[in-house]
């Protein structure tokens, strides 16, 4: 780094950073990290705990010059883009939206991976690190476990969801975690992602969102049901309120009582 002459505060912000981004994948060698989980990463911590734009921007200059001076992994570099400045609305399906892509998988697994997105507000990451032992079937709750181990967490699952897991178990009969790849061990990130994207061209929605657009429709329909913010933030695991905020600004549950002034024109 020294030798592109980088200043010796970039460099500490870098080692920093990678540090932190590595931790992040510290059960995975830097060769088996690809360009879905640095999406991940970005989503799932820096976006969630509301770093900076210039942060997000100096993060990605960091990635990109790890992966480009190591030349490992999957992960193209030249893909990693910039983060947009300011903070643009989450993308959200409507209800019956949700009803069609929730409905659409034939494959048991496949449905029940939806489902359990929607239904607890998961990140791609934490359905595919749900262990059978962070299920408590007598309590009602799955336990997300965060990367480091400890439990970030805790969430309902819904009476139906369950007998949905029930159904799944029995036919599938996993061993550690609940959803496991053909050959053992956990399901895929890269392979959720197809799960979702085959879900949505086969419900017939043309829209240009990833998987985490479950996990918004889920934060906003519970605000579109009255929930208190606070609550949705905790289902989250936001750690600063202002994140959660923003579902507020794409939920229908004010919009359905504003009154247009068109309403009381005589318009012919």
Known sequence: MQENRYSNKTVEAYISMLELFLKYYDKKEPSQI?????????????????????????????????????????????????????????????????????????????????????????????????????????????SVIEAKGMVDRIVPVPAKVWLKIDEYVSSYRPVIYLFEGQSGGKYSSESVYRVFKDALRKAGIDKDVGVHSLRHSYATHLHENGLDIKYIQELLGHK??????IYTHVSRRNLVTVRSPIEDLDLK
């Not at 879905?36 to 820096?46: A, L, T």
């Not at 734009?53 to 992966?67: C, E, G, L, R």
């Not at 949700?98 to 496949?110: F, G, M, Q, S, W």
């Not at 600063?240 to 905020?245: K, V």
């Open 34 to 142: 690809t360009e879905s989980d640095i999406s991940d990463f970005f989503h799932d911590y820096v976006f969630a705990n509301s770093y900076s734009a210039s942060y997000q921007s100096q993060m990605v200059s960091a990635i990109k010059m790890f992966f480009g001076l190591n030349g490992t992994g999957s992960v193209n570099i030249s893909n990693l883009g910039r983060p947009r400045t300011g903070r643009s609305l989450p993308k959200v399906f409507s209800k019956e939206e949700v009803v069609r892509i929730l409905n659409t998988p034939h494959n048991l697994k496949h449905k029940l991976m939806l489902w359990m997105i929607y239904s607890c507000g998961l990140r791609r990451s934490e359905v595919t690190n749900i262990r059978l032992r962070d299920l408590d079937r007598d309590r009602g709750i799955l």
């Open 240 to 245: 600063d309120t202002r994140t959660t905020e």
